[in-house]
């Protein structure tokens, strides 16, 4: 069972100093009856002069964070050819960047030699990892957390390794 906003509303706020996000799945399950993928099948895009129409209330946490001064900064790995829903993600991911999100995107060829965790994760001021798990069809099964040195410690080198390779977003096409 995922956990809900509000829950992770409250980690995210917790944050002092760092909130990385390590992503490396090319889907993560859109309900079929998600209006906005729906929509963006059909051809709509986000208005960048619009920001009343983009994702909240995702963008204005992020937005509050940043302003406190927590580099918030987000990872993919995507494989190439990209997948539809990666194209998706990054149709949008402009919000994100307005909004405070540092994003860079890394082709998986290019993963190849990393050490990575086997599942996405959250990394807080480096000592509190959040692992999303899910299932084979991308959808969000539950949450691990933990504040053992050790493994927080392999999730920012991983994150940090990934990052060094990886392509801004505003240079980064799909």
Excluded at 61 to 71: F, I, L, M, N, P
């Amino acid at each position: 069972m995922a956990q809900s906003l509000g829950d992770f509303t409250d980690l995210i706020r917790s944050a002092e100093r760092s909130a990385v996000h390590l992503e490396m799945r090319d889907v993560y399950a859109v309900p079929n009856e998600d209006e906005r993928f729906a929509a963006w099948r059909r051809g709509h895009r986000l208005d960048p002069d619009d920001r009343a129409s983009w994702w909240r209330p995702w963008l204005d946490v992020v937005q509050e964070v940043t302003a406190k001064g927590v580099r918030l900064r987000r990872a993919r790995i995507v494989s190439e050819p990209p997948s539809e829903y990666i194209h998706y993600e990054h149709s949008f991911t402009f919000t994100n960047i307005a909004a405070g999100e540092e994003i860079r995107w890394l082709p998986r060829r290019l993963a190849s030699g990393l050490a990575l965790p086997g599942n996405d994760f959250w990394l807080f001021d480096g000592r509190l990892v959040q692992f999303n798990v899910f299932d084979g069809e991308g959808r969000w099964v539950h949450t691990d957390r933990t504040d053992d040195r050790a493994t927080a410690g392999f999730c920012s080198d991983a994150f940090e390794a990934v990052w060094e390779r990886a392509v801004p977003h505003a240079e980064y096409t799909v």
